[in-house]
């Protein structure tokens, strides 16, 4: 197992990072993307008020992926690595991001809402494919 600056050494040399590192990076920028989102989401939110079912929904899910997500991100900052509960924290306010998001959408257009899921979905089923 090496260091973090051992790894940063390696990857300034042309070596590429682990396979674990890489979906270690790359699950916290998807933390940290979601995280933003909720934040800019919440306004929206709040001045609408949760006046329908999909609004209603997509508050609960922001309520959840604020502090979820930024638990996560916080946690691997302090300890600097991504514990299971880190991972398991950021996964849940990921998905609960990404229902809020569907929810807001569902609200506009039901339409909107559909195609934003199967995108969403198609999209996370190719990244997942790709080595």
Known sequence: MTTDGQRFESRE????LPKG??????ADI???VALFV???LLPFVILLGATDAPLFISTLTLAAAIPSLALAI???LIYGRMAKSSI????TGTIC?????TAM???????AGVIFLIVTLVGDGILASLD
């Open 13 to 16: 040399k042309g070596h590429p």
């Open 38 to 40: 909720s934040f800019f």
């Open 74 to 76: 916080t946690s691997t």
């Open 97 to 101: 991001c990404f229902i809020a998001i």
């Open 105 to 111: 959408l569902w609200h506009i257009s039901w339409a």
């Open 30 to 32: 998807y933390f940290k």
């Open 88 to 91: 398991v924290l950021g996964v």
């Open 21 to 26: 590192a890489q979906l270690i990076r790359l």
